[in-house]
């Protein structure tokens, strides 16, 4: 399968998923992790690198965001095992995933939207959305009212290399969460480089049913995924 044919597949995909995630899904009275079925990642991958952005002040927003009250990665069970694979695989040819979000709770997206509506509030411009305006975000899609990660289905990731010993980041273009058209996974200007480690993370997820959303070459969704009617609303921790 050609790259090209390849992310034209994962496209399809990940726009019938938006397609269906369109109706708004049901909030789980679920008060904790356990009861809403989520399983923190290292329970399958004790070695997984997790640097959850939005647990610190490193993000878009410049703040830690309600709702992460540590740096923890839930999943729906189901996408916990598959995200649990995609390591594996990985770290048998000398990668591994660095994660930087997972599941994300109803009331981090409305912070969220919060931040966007705030016009005061520009600390992380200049990285992170430097030719676009925070109207702009919402509008081209960056950011949105309702979020794929609050049904924990969702992760947003990139790559390390451990071929010689310590695994070091490896270079796809953009930092994570940079908000413009470099980010689009087969953005032009790309070095081949750069080019290459998309397309290693995009093929070694999609082995194991994970659909990129063409936007942000870091996201990705389980298909189908186990439960797209219902959303989450407990706490990271």
């Known amino acids: 399968m050609t790259s090209r044919t390849c992310i034209s597949l994962v496209l399809a995909i990940a726009l019938a998923g938006s397609t269906h995630a369109a109706e708004p899904p049901r909030i789980s009275p679920a008060t904790d992790a356990a009861s809403a079925g989520l399983l923190e990642i290292r329970a399958l991958a004790p070695q997984i690198d997790l640097d959850i952005r939005y647990a610190s002040r490193n993000n878009f927003t410049g703040a830690r965001v309600p709702g992460y009250d540590a740096p923890s990665c839930y999943l729906l069970a189901p996408v916990a095992k598959a995200l649990a694979a995609v390591e594996g695989d990985l770290r048998a040819e000398g990668y591994a995933l660095r994660l930087y979000d997972c599941y994300r709770p109803v009331h981090s997206v409305q912070a969220f939207m919060a931040w966007v509506n705030d016009p005061r509030e520009r600390s992380r411009k200049v990285l992170q959305y430097p030719d676009l305006d925070k109207p702009q975000l919402l509008a081209d899609g960056y950011i949105a009212e309702r979020s794929g990660h609050s049904r ?38 790309l070095t081949a480089a750069q080019r290459d480690n998309r397309q290693r993370l995009l ?35």
């Open 152 to 189: 924990g289905a969702t992760v947003d990731l990139g790559l390390l290399d451990c071929r010689r010993g310590a695994c070091v980041v490896m270079d796809m273009g953009t930092d994570f969460d940079f908000f413009g058209v470099r980010a689009h996974t087969d953005a032009a200007g």
């Open 203 to 237: 093929q070694a997820m999609a082995r194991r049913g994970f659909a990129n959303y063409p936007q942000e070459w870091w996201h990705y969704t389980l298909q189908p995924e186990p439960d797209a009617d219902t959303a989450f609303d407990v706490p990271v921790r």
